[in-house]
């Protein structure tokens, strides 16, 4: 309840500053949320541009995988031709692809080169049959038979079809074709020797494989040196007749390459490795595939540029690669001026809000001392129409104080032994229902007269009704809380604490129950507080009637000043709100308090 009283007209307190402070706290904790949302929504988009970078790592990855982690063992044996050998395949720990380098020591070349020469006897019967078959296609070239010569080279070539000789005396024996016919000065077509030296020939129940395929597919059973002779004359060949090896030579040069270290790699993830690949292993098969981070990094920064995700000054930085380290795990960092930017700015409106906000507290404060002065001169014209219900106050809670002194004091005798039966609880409890009678006489003077100025602040509806509860013995009332601590109003707390005491103080008179059970509860389509309590009811007739100045409900001698329900509804008129009865019945009263100012927070 707001009075008036001399320590106000001296001005000797200083509780006007409350708001002010709490109101300046207030804005400043809303500046300071503002500054760290700002502040996070900076960091989440630096870590959304940062998942989108790995995103797109990760897409570019997916095309690598579409392209090279799909080949099978079988598959890439068939069509080697057409795959370029910058990748390798690794099979339960043995490298697979490309073919990989297992040369003998001793070199055949020569022998069997003597053989096809005719300078030593042929090792075997289907040797001398090549030899025989190659000496008539020489003499189908002599006779110039086009007839006969076609009849010597298709059974020359069903010959390597039907039998397959050792890889070197096949590369020979094709070498050996082409020789014979350039000495004939007859050279075979381009696109035959391509065939022999490349492509192979497709039969339909074998392949003939070619040149490079016999090199690449069965060096095992050559030696270095022979494999060296052996590309030296297919070169040659190929550029008498303008032939572009092309993709073979890499396949060559693979040969010679050091073989990536294979990394230890967990099955369907993918993983870098500083040496510039891209591991990755399913099931048993691990592929190896060039990845050189930085360039393939700048290409996507660059798209993600000309997309719009990234600013031109945007700087992407992949840290140093020292283990193999999962794609999911890259350490990426982005270099953003305009995130800088952004930040600066934060902090130079965090500062200038923080500036305005003490300059208006100043001022706020020079504004309200000011109004202060011109309220005290107020009140002092008021001082003399109190006059009277200060005496009243004076003469009555004098008396009162003394009648609850002695209270305590016979309480005390009756610890000590001494009878004095049930005296002490009744001073006490009678002296209480005075003090209670001339407050609200008090407060309904002053309301009547116009004289309160209500001090309205933000608080917890739940905590308000817990602070007004602990005033009553804990035997005499029980309160279910169907509300929580989220539900606020902004009201005079000392007013709105009156009202729920004037409730509960008739709750408890008017109960014919061992002690007065309430429940509170919210009804948010109306924005009112639904008090419910257990007495005995009130007329439907009556419901108006108990709103009126000194009317008391007749049921039960109870006592009081009939000014209860007619100060608590002056009080919520006062607060733009309503007091009012909502269901009534011998099981009790539901009491709807409706306030203008009443949210649920989410905080």
């Given at each position: 309840m707001t009075s008036i009283n001399k320590s106000k007209l001296k001005g000797d307190n200083h509780y006007w500053l409350l708001p002010i402070i709490m109101g300046s706290v207030f804005f400043l904790f809303l500046i300071l949320s503002e500054y760290w949302q700002g502040r996070e929504q900076l960091n989440n988009n630096k870590v959304l541009l940062v998942d989108s970078v790995r995103k797109n790592i990760s897409l570019d990855i997916s095309r690598l995988q579409h392209l090279y982690f799909s080949f099978d063992t079988q598959k890439v044996f068939e069509s080697?031709?057409?795959?370029?050998?910058?990748?390798?395949?690794?099979?339960?720990?043995?490298?697979?692809?490309?073919?990989?380098?297992?040369?003998?020591?001793?070199?055949?070349?020569?022998?069997?080169?003597?053989?096809?020469?005719?300078?030593?006897?042929?090792?075997?019967?289907?040797?001398?049959?090549?030899?025989?078959?190659?000496?008539?296609?020489?003499?189908?070239?002599?006779?110039?038979?086009e007839t006969v010569l076609r009849q010597a080279f298709l059974r020359y070539q069903w010959h390597k079809e039907s039998f397959r000789l050792l890889p070197l005396s096949e590369m020979l024996s094709d070498l050996k074709v082409i020789a014979i016919a350039e000495e004939q000065s007859k050279p075979l077509s381009r696109q035959i020797v391509r065939l022999m030296l490349l492509d192979g020939f497709e039969r339909n129940t074998h392949r003939v494989a070619?040149?490079?395929?016999?090199?690449?597919?069965?060096?095992?059973?050559?030696?270095?040196?022979?494999?060296?002779?052996?590309?030296?004359?297919?070169?040659?060949?190929?550029?008498?007749?303008?032939?572009?090896?092309?993709?073979?030579?890499?396949?060559?040069?693979?040969?010679?390459?050091?073989?990536?270290?294979?990394?230890?790699?967990?099955?369907?993830?993918?993983?870098?490795?500083?040496?510039?690949?891209?591991?990755y292993q399913e099931g048993q098969t691990q592929w190896l595939v060039p990845y050189p981070i930085e360039v393939r990094l700048t290409r996507i920064i660059d798209d993600m540029k000309q997309r719009g995700v990234l600013r031109g000054g945007d700087k992407v930085i992949i840290s140093n690669l020292i283990d193999p380290t999962a794609v999911d795990n890259l350490s990426i960092h982005l270099n953003s001026p305009e995130w800088q930017r952004s930040w600066y700015y934060l902090n130079i409106y965090l500062v200038g809000k923080l500036i305005m906000l003490a300059f208006l507290t100043g001022l706020m404060l020079w504004s309200v001392r000011q109004l202060k002065q011109r309220e005290r001169q107020r009140l002092e014209q008021l001082t003399m129409r109190e006059k009277f219900l200060n005496l009243v106050s004076?003469?009555?809670?004098?008396?009162?104080?003394?009648?609850?002194?002695?209270?305590?004091?016979?309480?005390?005798?009756?610890?000590?032994?001494?009878?004095?039966?049930?005296?002490?609880?009744?001073?006490?409890?009678?002296?209480?229902?005075?003090?209670?009678?001339?407050?609200?006489?008090?407060?309904?003077?002053?309301?009547?007269?116009?004289?309160?100025?209500?001090?309205?602040?933000?608080?917890?509806?739940?905590?308000?009704?817990?602070?007004?509860?602990?005033?009553?013995?804990?035997?005499?009332?029980?309160?279910?809380?169907?509300?929580?601590?989220?539900?606020?109003?902004?009201?005079?707390?000392?007013?709105?604490?009156?009202v729920l005491k004037n409730l509960l103080v008739n709750a408890i008179k008017y109960n014919q129950n061992p002690r007065a059970e309430l429940i509170l509860a919210y009804d948010e389509n109306l924005s009112s507080l639904i008090v419910t309590d257990n007495g005995i009811g009130i007329d439907k007739n009556l419901w108006y009637q108990v709103f009126e100045d000194f009317y008391r409900v007749g049921q039960l001698n109870a006592g009081g000043s009939g000014l209860g329900l007619a100060l608590s509804k002056a009080i919520m008129k006062l607060h733009h709100g309503d007091l009012s009865i909502r269901a009534s019945s011998s099981k009790g009263t539901e009491w709807q308090l409706t306030l203008s100012e009443m949210w649920e927070s989410n905080e």
């Open positions: 080697w031709k057409n795959i370029k050998p910058d990748f390798y395949i690794i099979e339960k720990g043995l490298q697979i692809f490309p073919f990989p380098l297992q040369v003998q020591e001793e070199s055949s070349w020569k022998k069997h080169a003597d053989i096809f020469e005719g300078k030593s006897e042929p090792l075997d019967e289907l040797t001398r049959e090549r030899i025989g078959i190659i000496e008539q296609l020489a003499n189908s070239l002599k006779q110039n038979d070619s040149f490079i395929e016999l090199l690449l597919q069965s060096h095992s059973n050559l030696s270095k040196q022979d494999i060296l002779q052996a590309y030296k004359t297919l070169s040659k060949v190929a550029e008498n007749y303008n032939i572009e090896l092309g993709l073979y030579s890499k396949y060559y040069d693979k040969l010679w390459e050091t073989i990536p270290q294979n990394p230890v790699v967990e099955e369907d993830i993918h993983i870098l490795t500083p040496d510039g690949y891209l591991a004076h003469e009555l809670k004098t008396p009162l104080a003394s009648i609850r002194l002695m209270s305590e004091t016979l309480q005390k005798r009756l610890n000590r032994g001494m009878d004095t039966k049930d005296y002490p609880e009744r001073i006490l409890k009678e002296s209480d229902n005075l003090w209670f009678m001339v407050d609200n006489l008090l407060s309904f003077n002053r309301i009547k007269q116009g004289m309160v100025a209500l001090d309205k602040e933000n608080m917890s509806v739940k905590s308000l009704m817990q602070k007004v509860v602990s005033c009553f013995p804990d035997d005499s009332i029980y309160v279910d809380y169907q509300i929580s601590h989220c539900l606020f109003i902004k009201a005079d707390a000392l007013m709105i604490e009156l």
